[in-house]
């Protein structure tokens, strides 16, 4: 049973599979699979599958799909954007996918453009994603070349073209609506919702926005089966995902590996563990905008409801390790200047509150600080909360701040009493 959908055409040299190669492994296979379905039975398909967005939010892809109006009389164009504006701190799992299998993306746009009915595509990519780019306008171009994508070939109803847009680089366009302003050229700020890119997206039309990982896990799930797909995790969360460690471990890297695999076996087991002499004292368990937890939780599954009931989020399933020999607020500080310089300005908690907290860091970390800056830490993280600003970027901010003022509050009253920062 094949148990690494994602990564089965990855192999120990840096080069991608062209698309000889990629049909002669299966590929394209789902996609004209998808093409015999109706689409509300292919939207049905995937929601009873339970894939679940691996871009950090974890809502169920079919679901998403499903509020798309039905009607396409009455909405006739349609659009399908891919996320690959990979910026998340610590994040790199899209770039292997789009470097390595550009066409198991390709293939899983074609798939979710039918479930929606969709005849453009569109994929907003880093900028600084140089080899991704190339690799992914090669395969578009054999994909056109060889006409998978027109009806003359494949059966479908219309030619659906796909378009690569690269990204300025900005953190925000990882919500949705800031990424669907930038793509029709305006500023790069989050939209009010309702209503929600489903029903009015890019230029006004219905849109889907999914992630890269998340589409190409649809290819295999077409082929194999929602139940096969379901039997990949190893709990409540169906299929595999790309696990990621970072930080003073051993072998720092990514793996595809089945939902629900325990912290302590990325850790342990696939990062090598930490390096020597060092020992954990806490990690972020989905990139740089998601709470601490501490070395109680290495047995935690990887997965959306485990990390959410133990007080953080799965996010991107990229772990960042902090161990003793590193500052805990030297690493708070360095991922809040990089979210204050990524804020779009649009609302005052994001805007004023991020800069206001870098300088209260500094002002800790150089050892200048005072003890009652800890509350004003903890008012910030407060009013940059969910419901108090536009989009996640705030509230994703002040994660790694909160928590880091709850595990290690003595490393920021050390560095207020000592003077200096203990760690230098």
């Known amino acids: 049973m094949l148990t690494n959908p994602l990564t089965k055409n990855i192999g120990a040299e840096d080069a991608a599979p062209d698309l000889e190669a990629y049909r002669n492994n299966d590929g394209y296979r789902g996609w004209l699979r998808a093409l015999k379905m109706p689409p509300e039975d ?22 998403k799909w499903s509020f798309v109006p039905k009607d396409r009389q009455a909405h006739p164009i349609r659009y399908l954007v891919c996320n690959a504006d990979e910026m998340e701190p610590g994040t790199f799992k899209d770039r292997l996918l789009m470097e390595r299998d550009p066409h198991l993306l390709l293939e899983g746009m074609a798939i979710a453009a039918h479930a929606i009915g969709a005849t ?26 060889a006409g998978l ?28 609506t800031a990424l669907l302003n930038a793509l029709e ?6 939209r009010a919702k309702p209503p929600y890119p489903q029903v009015s997206g890019l230029w006004g039309r219905p849109t889907v926005v999914n992630n890269v990982e998340t589409l190409c896990n649809l290819p295999h799930l077409l082929l ?21 460690a970072s930080g003073k471990v051993n072998n720092p890297g990514l793996w595809e590996l ?67 020999a590193t500052c805990p607020v030297g690493l708070v500080l360095n991922l809040t200047r990089f979210f204050a310089r990524e804020s779009c300005g649009w609302c005052t908690p994001c805007r004023d509150g991020l800069p206001w907290v870098v300088e209260i860091l500094q002002r800790i970390e150089s050892g200048a600080g005072e003890i009652d800056d800890l ?21 994703g901010a002040a994660e790694p701040i909160q928590s880091a003022l709850k595990l290690f509050e003595q490393d920021f009253i050390d560095h207020i009493r000592g003077g200096s920062c203990p760690f230098h």
């Not at 049905?44 to 079919?62: C, E, I, S, W, Y």
């Not at 994508?149 to 073209?161: C, H, K, S, V």
């Not at 929602?226 to 709990?235: E, F, M, P, Q, S």
């Open 42 to 63: 292919l939207i049905d398909l995937v929601q009873k599958a339970g894939l679940r967005g691996r871009g950090g939010a974890g809502f169920n892809t079919g679901l």
């Open 120 to 145: 453009s595509a569109y994929i907003f990519i880093r900028g600084e994603y140089h080899l991704a780019t190339q690799r992914l306008e090669t395969a578009i171009a054999e994909l056109n070349d």
């Open 149 to 176: 994508l027109a009806p003359e070939t494949t059966g479908a109803d219309q030619t659906l073209r796909i378009y690569l847009h690269r990204s300025s680089g900005n953190y925000i366009c990882g919500e949705e």
């Open 185 to 190: 050229g305006k500023r790069a700020i989050p």
């Open 224 to 244: 194999h089966g929602a139940d096969w797909y379901r039997k990949l995790g190893h709990g409540e969360d169906a299929g595999t995902k790309l696990f990621g």
């Open 258 to 324: 089945p939902m629900g695999t325990t912290v302590r076996e990325i850790i342990e087991q696939h990062a090598g563990g930490l390096k020597a002499g060092l020992t954990l004292r806490g990690f972020l368990p989905g990139g740089g905008s998601t709470d601490f937890l501490g070395p109680e939780h290495l047995d935690l599954p990887m997965d959306y409801d485990a990390i959410g009931k133990a007080g953080s989020r799965l996010g991107t399933g990229t772990i960042t390790v902090l161990d003793e």
């Open 375 to 395: 509350e004003l830490l903890r008012q910030h993280t407060s009013r940059m909360g969910p419901g108090n600003t536009f989009c996640a970027l705030a509230p």
